[in-house]
């Protein structure tokens, strides 16, 4: 068993080491998980079990969790009456707990932006050569599967996409690259989606044909086969197209000073 | 109060009886599995036992396994811009 | 700039400004005497309608074929067609079988390894080894 300096060492050391909770979530979700915390009584039952089972809890811990919890707890006990329900949150603090509380940017719903997009000044300079430079080519990604498309290609996606019909036009809003023959648009990792339009036709479902695994296991004559018959969503991009500097400043765009992790129009050596 | 994410990275394929044990009784079955537990010192010590195997952090509260699965899930990368049945009926209109 | 020769031949590239749907027709054929057909003919009843009600661009066909299963037969724009027999089916997978003909393109199944078919030219150039700087070996 530890002694209880060398377990306070070895918490401060987890402390120095893992600064955040989650480094690789987005903003908006780090700061749902600080607000979280302060309504930490999720498990009250769990953290009053937890004391009572272990009496070598350190100090440093047991008095933060009792002189917060009761107020806290009652106070969200009235409105519920039962603790064991996950307490009544806003919206915007919403704890998703099974496969259907997808939150709405992991959804393929139209964006909507409540800040104008900023280009620096270097882009905004060099965007007209790749503007003016047709045609263009669009790294998009689905579902983190990257797609090299120009207009007019023929796409076969590897499944088959829930919800759409042919003849429906969807828009790709994930790029990691845009270009033409002497200039590419890199993104950091992907470039903002206001900035180009990339529009594809939905134009049937295919599938592949029927495929015959055929089990076996040794020493016996019984063969099993497995059937499989995958069907595909096929599309068609109808456009790949880089917005020009006039249409960006239509828009209200912002042009602000150069950043590290902007991205920049590279031109091919 | 404070928790410990535990992830299982590596197997206790071929370690101590021992090691095997501390891992079922953290609850890591296979790996890239992730338990939560609140920090303690048992569990500080069982950790020790395992520390080559496991990545530790130290959160606020238990991440529900839904929290833990969107952390990996990418965009979808698309959205339905215009249904086919509204096209047809803008161009019916014109 | 490349130099680019006259195209002669225009590719069809369905979708890209107009969109057609590929399945310009479907057959329905039934038969009022035989047991198999019970589900198609409670399907022409109930659910036919509304389905061509919905898809006003594919043109619909209902005809008997007396002491036979029955069958939907689709026929395609680029000139093929393909027949599913309905024997015994109830009529929520005979409208899963239309879906199927509506969103199929009529051609022939094919097993195919990449998700990009491109008629464009690559759009960066092709590589050449007598062009761009040397790079150190």
Redesign the interface.
């Known amino acids: 068993m530890f002694s209880r300096s060398a377990l306070r060492s070895l918490a401060q050391d987890l402390r120095l080491t893992t600064p955040s909770a989650i480094p690789s979530a987005p903003l908006p979700q780090r700061v749902f998980l600080h607000q979280a915390a302060s309504l930490r009584n999720a498990q009250p039952q769990s953290s009053t079990q937890s004391s009572s089972l272990n009496p070598d809890t350190p100090l440093s811990a047991t008095p933060q969790a009792q002189d917060t919890q009761p107020e806290i707890q009652q106070g969200f006990k009235a409105p519920s009456g039962n603790p064991t329900t996950t307490p009544n949150t806003p919206a915007d603090t919403f704890i998703p707990q099974t496969r259907n509380h997808i939150p709405i940017e992991k959804q393929p719903v139209p964006p909507t932006f409540d800040s104008p997009l900023k280009v620096t000044q270097s882009l905004m300079s060099r965007l007209p050569h790749l503007v003016g430079q047709t045609p263009h080519y669009i790294v998009a990604e689905l579902h983190a599967r990257p797609y090299l498309l120009t207009e007019g290609d023929h796409l076969r996606l590897p499944f088959l996409m829930p919800k759409v019909k042919p003849g429906d036009v969807l828009r790709f809003n994930r790029a990691t690259a845009l270009g033409s023959r002497d200039f590419t648009l890199k993104g950091t990792p992907h470039v903002d989606e206001r900035l180009f339009e990339c529009r594809v036709r939905v134009t049937g479902v295919e599938s592949e044909p029927l495929r015959i695994k055929e089990k076996t296991k040794r020493r016996q004559r019984h063969v099993k086969k497995a059937l499989s018959k995958h069907r595909y969503t096929v599309m068609r991009v109808m456009d790949v197209k880089v917005k020009t500097p006039d249409e960006l400043l239509q828009e209200g765009t912002q042009v602000v000073e150069d950043a590290e992790d902007s991205p920049e129009i590279e031109t091919r050596a | 109060?404070?928790f410990?994410?535990i992830t299982l990275l590596r197997s206790a394929i071929g370690l101590p009886r021992r090691s095997t044990d501390v891992l079922k009784a953290l609850g890591l079955k296979k790996r890239m599995g992730t338990v939560f537990h609140?920090?303690?010192?048992?569990v500080?010590?069982q950790i020790?036992k395992v520390k080559e195997l496991v990545s530790?952090?130290?959160?606020?509260?238990?991440l529900?396994k839904?929290?833990v699965h969107?952390?990996r899930?990418?965009?979808?990368?698309?959205?339905?811009?215009?249904?086919?049945v509204a096209?047809?009926t803008e161009l019916r209109g014109q | 700039m490349p130099v680019q020769a006259l195209r002669t031949v225009t590719a069809a590239r369905n979708g890209v400004g107009a969109f057609i749907l590929q399945c310009k027709r479907l057959d329905f054929h039934y038969c009022d005497w035989a047991g198999s057909s019970r589900g198609m003919n409670e399907f022409l009843r109930q659910n036919l309608p509304a389905f061509a009600r919905e898809h006003p661009q594919i043109e619909i066909r209902v005809a008997p074929r007396p002491r036979k299963h029955p069958i939907i037969r689709g026929h395609f724009v680029n000139g093929k067609d393909k027949t599913i027999c309905v024997r015994n089916l109830e009529p929520s997978d005979i409208l899963k079988q239309t879906l199927l003909l509506k969103d199929a393109s009529g051609e022939k199944l094919k097993r195919t390894k990449k998700p990009v078919t491109s008629t464009n030219d690559s759009v960066r150039g092709i590589w050449s080894p007598y062009h761009g700087d040397l790079r150190g070996v």
């Open positions: 109060m404070s410990f994410r609140a920090v303690s010192p048992s500080a010590g020790m530790v952090e130290e959160v606020d509260r238990r529900t839904q929290e969107l952390e899930k990418p965009d979808p990368g698309y959205y339905l811009e215009k249904s086919c096209e047809r």
